[in-house]
C-alpha cells in the first residue's frame, strides 16, 4: 500500500500532528508490511522451536517469543500451526502483553480478546497456573478466540461473550491484571488492511472514545488493589490515547501511570496533544459554572494527568519495525477495589453526551468490515453458574465412561473442579466468581461428551495435552506423507508397532492422541492397521 490510499483527512490530521515527522511517517506506507509470530512457550521453548523450523526468523526486541518471517514462508500453511507451536500476529501487537507483567498464578482478564493473539500470548505467561477470563462482546469473532485458546493448548481459560457492564458487579475487585485492547478506529492498521483504510470515517474516533472511556472505567472496578491496567489501541489519534488516559487519571486519582522504558525505538505520549486537546476546551466551555467551586483543583488535575501520559508508549510506523500501537500502563493504588460508577467531574460531564454514539459505533464499523471477519464454525452460547446450579438445571448425566476413559487414556492427569453444562464435561478453573446470568462460551478445558453411554473426547483435550501425558498414542513424522494426509482428514494405515502404550498390558485398539514430531494434533482411533482419523472437519488442512 503507498501513501495515496490514505483517507485525506487523516493524512491532514497527522501532519499537523506530527509536523517534521510527518514525511517520515508517510514514508513507511511505501515499504513492505511486516509479519511475525509468536512462539507458544505452552508446547515449546523458544530454543526448542528455533532448532527444529526451517523459516528465517528474526527476533523482535520487544518480545522474548515473538519473530519476525518473510511473507513467503507462509507459516500459516505448516503442520506445526496446526499443532498450536506458534500464533500469527503483528509484531507491535506482541507489545502490549508483555508489559501487562503476567505472572504465573495471577487471574488475568482480557477484555476484548478476538481473535485471541493477546489472550495466547497472556496464557502462555501463565504457564496453566492461575486463571485467565477472555472475553468479547462479539458472537461471530468470539468463535475465533475459542478456536485459537484450544488451539495453544490452554487449560485455564474461561471464555465469555458479554458486555463489561455486566462484567463488573460479578467481578468487582478480582483480577491482578487487565488487558484493553480496545476497539478503536484502527488507524495502525491501514497499511495491513487496505479495506480498513477505505471504511474508515473522520468521526469513527469521537464515537470509538466513548466506548473506549466506559471500558477504562469498568475495567477499573474489577481490578484489585495494587493491579495493573494495560490500555492499548492500534489507532494514531490523540481522542483515543493520550486524551483518553488523562480524562481517566483525572477522574481516577488513585490510578497512575508506570512509565514505559523508552527502547527499541518506542515514543513517549504527547502531553502537548492533551493540552491543546479540543475535548478538554470545549468541556470546561460548556460545564464552567458547575466547575467554578473546584476550578483550580479540575485544571492541576488535568496538568498533572498531562504530565503522566509522557510515561505512555507510542509506537510509530517510522520508528519501529510495525505498524503501530499505543499502550498505557495504568496502577492502582488504593487499598480498597473501586465501586461501580465512580468518576471525576471530567467524566461525568462528558459520559452524557456520547452514551448514545458508544452503542452505536462498534456495529457500525463492524457492518462496513464485515467481509475481514473469520468464519468459525457456530458455538454454543451457555449462561454461566456453579456446577451445583448447573446440575440442579439438567438430568443427571451418567459420568462413568467419562470417568474410564479418562482413567485409561490420561491417569495421571489431575482435574480439580469439573463443570457440566448438558451432555459436554469442562474442567473449570477454581475460584471463579459467580458467573450465572453471564454468557459463558468456554467455562475451562472443554474435555468432551457423553452421548449414548459413549464419552467422545473433544479436540480441545488433544491438545491441551502433551504427549507424555497420553497413554496411547501414534507419532507421526514431519517427513512423511501420513502426517500432511491426517491433518486432511484421511484414514491411516498405521503398523502396531507404531501405537505407543504405555504399559505391556494394555492394548492398542480404540482411543490414540496423534502427535507430529512429538506435539499433539487430535485424536486417533486405532484397531487392526487402520487409524480412524477424528480430525475435526472444520480444522482440516485446506
Known sequence: ??????????????????????????????????????????????????????????????????????????????????????????????????????????????????????????????????????????????????????????????????????????????????????????????????DMAKAWQPDWVVRYAGMQRELLRQAAVMLKPGGRIVYSTCTFSPEENEEMIAEFLTDHPQFHVLPVAMRYGFRPGRPDWVEGSERLQENEAKHGESLDADAASWHQAVREAAEEVKGTARLWPHHVPGEGHYVAVLVYSGSDPVQAGEAGAVGSAMQADEAALSVKAEPERERELEKINRKQPKLKKQRGGSSKQAAEKQPTLDLQPFYDFMREMVPELHIPHLTLHGEHIYASPEGLPDFSGIRVIRPGWYLGSVRKQRFEPSHALAMGLKLEEAARSVSLSLAEPAALRYLKGETLEVPVEQVRCASEDMKPKGYGLVAIDGFPVGWGKWMDGILKNEYPAGWRWT
Open 1 to 194: 500500500m503507498t501513501g495515496s490510499h490514505l483517507p485525506k483527512a487523516f493524512t491532514d490530521k497527522l501532519e499537523r500532528l506530527l509536523g517534521d515527522e510527518y514525511e517520515a511517517f508517510l514514508a513507511s506506507y511505501h515499504h513492505s508490511r511486516l509479519y511475525g509470530l509468536r512462539i507458544n512457550t505452552l508446547k515449546c521453548s523458544v530454543d526448542s522451536f528455533l532448532a527444529m523450523s526451517s523459516m528465517e526468523l528474526e527476533p523482535i526486541a520487544w518480545a522474548p517469543t515473538g519473530f519476525y518471517y518473510r511473507e513467503e514462508a507462509r507459516p500459516g500453511k505448516h503442520p506445526y500451526y496446526h499443532a498450536g507451536l506458534y500464533y500469527i500476529q503483528e509484531p507491535s501487537a506482541m507489545a502490549p502483553a508483555e508489559l501487562l507483567d503476567v505472572r504465573p498464578g495471577e487471574r488475568v482478564l482480557d477484555l476484548c480478546a478476538a481473535p485471541g493473539g493477546k489472550s495466547t500470548q497472556i496464557a502462555a505467561k501463565l504457564q496453566g497456573q492461575g486463571l485467565l477470563v477472555t472475553n468479547d462482546i462479539h458472537s461471530d469473532r468470539v468463535k475465533a478466540l475459542v478456536k485459537n485458546i484450544e488451539l495453544c493448548g490452554v487449560r485455564n481459560a474461561v471464555v465469555l461473550n458479554e458486555q463489561p457492564e455486566k462484567l463488573q458487579h460479578a467481578c468487582r475487585g478480582y483480577f491482578d491484571k487487565i488487558l484493553i485492547d480496545a476497539p478503536c478506529s484502527g488507524e495502525g492498521m491501514f497499511r495491513k488492511e487496505e
